[in-house]
């Protein structure tokens, strides 16, 4: 039996977000056919809404629904910090520890260059343009602790330390396994993460 051509887009359109093979997208879709119809258009309207109604910050690049984002909005953070992580997911990792409570800066991926990425490809300079400025004392460098995300730290710390920007540069503690990603990561292990940071 040929399935139909609207189902089997569907399937298509799954299959291409990441973790979601022919199979899983098969039930989501089947699993959709039977959903009422109030809930797949609230499903739908979520879906439309997801590029038009959000903003990357201008400051640190967080997604969200204002610019600047609520997190650089606040008075109450500390301003003297800056945590640099990869991806937007790595920040609400750490945002619900609740132990953070400097700035961030989302670089939106890492150096790869098996995958053509490269420090221009980044958001490396306007972490350099924001500590240019006055106020920041400390750099943590949160990248994941691959190859990759250590190859990034080490270039940020390189350049850091090459335009003389006099912060402290440190980096996340030891508590991740090597190979981890911190969107994952259990609360206590960024924790101890976070409080074990060392010097860079």
Same mark, same amino acid.
């Given at each position: 039996m040929?399935i139909p051509?609207?189902?089997?887009k569907?399937?298509?359109s799954?299959?291409k977000?990441p973790?979601v093979?022919?199979?899983t997208?098969? +039930?989501?879709? !089947?699993? $959709?056919l039977?959903?009422?119809?109030?809930?797949?258009d609230? !499903?739908?309207l979520?879906?439309?809404?997801?590029?038009k109604k959000?903003v /990357?910050?201008s =400051?640190?690049?967080?997604?969200?629904?204002v610019?600047?984002c609520?997190?650089c909005?606040n008075s109450?953070?500390?301003k003297?910090?800056?945590c640099?992580?990869?991806?937007?997911l790595?920040? $609400?990792?750490?945002?619900k520890?609740?132990?953070?409570k *400097?700035l961030y800066?989302v670089?939106? *991926?890492?150096?790869?260059p098996?995958?053509n990425i490269?420090?221009?490809?980044?958001?490396?300079s306007?972490?350099l %343009? +924001?500590?240019k400025?006055?106020?920041? #004392?400390?750099? /943590?460098l949160a990248?994941n602790?691959?190859?990759?995300?250590?190859?990034?730290a080490?270039?940020?710390?390189k350049?850091i330390k090459?335009?003389?920007l +006099?912060?402290?540069i440190?980096? =996340? *503690?030891?508590?991740?396994p090597? *190979?981890?990603?911190?969107e994952?990561?259990?609360?206590?292990?960024? %924790?101890?993460?976070?409080?074990?940071r #060392? %010097?860079?």
């Open positions: 040929q051509k609207t189902i089997q569907l399937i298509e799954f299959e977000l973790g093979g022919p199979k997208a098969q +039930r989501l879709t !089947f699993y $959709l039977h959903v009422p119809q109030t809930e797949l609230e !499903f739908a979520s879906l439309s809404s997801l590029k959000t /990357i910050c =400051i640190c690049n967080m997604t969200d629904e610019n600047p609520t997190i909005k109450l953070r500390d003297t910090t800056i640099v992580v990869e991806q937007p790595d920040v $609400l990792a750490l945002e520890n609740q132990r953070f *400097g800066h670089l939106h *991926g890492k150096i790869d098996l995958n490269g420090p221009d490809e980044i958001f490396i306007s972490l %343009q +924001r500590l400025g006055k106020g920041v #004392s400390e750099v /943590i990248t602790p691959t190859m990759e995300g250590e190859a990034t080490m270039y940020i710390a350049q090459a335009k003389d +006099r912060v402290k440190t980096r =996340i *503690g030891r508590g991740l090597v *190979g981890a990603d911190l994952y990561a259990d609360d206590i292990t960024l %924790q101890r993460a976070m409080e074990g #060392s %010097q860079y």
